[in-house]
């Protein structure tokens, strides 16, 4: 074996055990979602980047502050103080979508073992630490705030889709943390691992439109909204801004880490 191949599979196995959260000196390159390199691999010489992924990165990212900006703009030129708990779920629920943006985006060029393994770290930062508290705190508030007017729960789309993507959510961290904590033993470790984690990258996907389009019944078409603010605004925000995202993620998607056959 050449010194080169050596220390790339040494460098390779290092990077892999930061993954396990746990910090558990067992983890190996086989509990991971996504594969060793090779000996002889050249993979660390090839481009991570395809033609298109950096404009489409930042055009995610302009929609993303386009629409939280114009969703805390909104809500803090409207008196926020007289909205009681209400003010703070547009705020929390746009800005955990803006981190779920950035949490896929940082995700999903990675091709090398060292980036892998440090994308990894941002996006469960990122989810866990962020967008997460976000969703859930922003939920809360606003079901408190049902609660103390005596308003029914769930009795519109926005409030039915936001339900289907709060449970969905759930879910979600599930599949995405017990495929690689602890060696990814909650779901048998090794390949059954990696498949589970092919499903939590499947499953983000179709999740991410749902959280879009529930914001976009939010914003574009809610009571309070509408007579809050200008139909150009909320068009820009609730309409083009999420369409905008949702094209630039799907632009950057590689099919090939999505093979369940």
Same mark, same amino acid.
């Given at each position: 074996?050449?010194?080169?191949?050596?220390?790339?599979?040494?460098?390779?196995?290092?990077?892999?055990?930061? +993954?396990?959260?746990?910090? *558990? !000196?067992? /983890?190996?390159?086989?509990? =991971?979602?996504?594969?060793?390199?090779? %000996?002889?691999?050249?993979?660390?010489?090839?481009?991570?980047?395809?033609?298109?992924?950096?404009?489409?990165?930042?055009?995610?990212?302009?929609?993303?502050?386009?629409?939280?900006?114009?969703?805390?703009?909104?809500?803090?030129?409207?008196?926020?103080?007289?909205?009681?708990?209400?003010?703070?779920?547009?705020?929390?629920?746009?800005?955990?979508?803006?981190?779920?943006?950035?949490?896929?985006?940082? +995700?999903?060029?990675?091709? *090398? !073992?060292? /980036?892998?393994?440090?994308? =990894?770290?941002?996006?469960?930062?990122? %989810?866990?630490?962020?967008?997460?508290?976000?969703?859930?705190?922003?939920?809360?508030?606003?079901?408190?705030?049902?609660?103390?007017?005596?308003?029914?729960?769930?009795?519109?789309?926005?409030?039915?889709?936001?339900?289907?993507?709060?449970?969905?959510?759930?879910?979600?961290?599930?599949?995405?943390?017990?495929?690689?904590?602890?060696?990814?033993?909650?779901?048998?470790?090794?390949?059954?691992?990696?498949?589970?984690?092919?499903? *939590?990258?499947?499953?983000?996907?179709?999740?991410?439109?749902?959280?879009?389009?529930?914001?976009?019944?939010?914003?574009?078409?809610?009571?309070?909204?509408?007579?809050?603010?200008?139909?150009?605004?909320?068009?820009?925000?609730?309409?083009?801004?999420?369409?905008?995202?949702?094209?630039?993620?799907?632009?950057?998607?590689?099919?090939?880490?999505?093979?369940?056959?």
């Amino acid at each position: 074996m050449s010194k080169r191949t050596s220390s790339e599979l040494a460098e390779s196995e290092e990077q892999y055990q930061l +993954l396990d959260a746990s910090g *558990h !000196p067992g /983890t190996s390159v086989d509990h =991971l979602p996504f594969p060793a390199p090779v %000996m002889g691999s050249d993979s660390a010489d090839k481009s991570e980047e395809r033609r298109g992924d950096k404009p489409f990165e930042y055009g995610a990212l302009a929609s993303m502050l386009v629409f939280v900006c114009i969703t805390w703009f909104i809500v803090f030129t409207n008196d926020p103080t007289s909205l009681e708990w209400f003010a703070v779920h547009p705020v929390l629920q746009s800005l955990g979508i803006g981190c779920f943006t950035y949490g896929i985006l940082t +995700l999903q060029p990675t091709a *090398h !073992p060292k /980036t892998k393994a440090a994308g =990894l770290r941002r996006h469960q930062r990122t %989810m866990l630490v962020a967008g997460v508290p976000c969703i859930a705190l922003g939920t809360l508030a606003i079901e408190i705030q049902k609660f103390n007017r005596g308003h029914g729960h769930f009795a519109t789309w926005h409030g039915i889709f936001g339900l289907v993507s709060v449970v969905w959510l759930v879910g979600q961290v599930i599949l995405g943390g017990g495929s690689v904590w602890f060696g990814g033993t909650a779901f048998g470790g090794g390949m059954k691992a990696k498949m589970i984690w092919k499903y *939590h990258r499947l499953s983000g996907y179709v999740l991410f439109p749902l959280l879009l389009i529930t914001a976009h019944l939010g914003g574009a078409w809610s009571t309070w909204v509408t007579s809050h603010s200008h139909l150009a605004m909320r068009f820009v925000a609730y309409t083009v801004a999420p369409i905008a995202a949702l094209v630039a993620i799907y632009a950057r998607v590689r099919t090939s880490k999505m093979k369940f056959f």
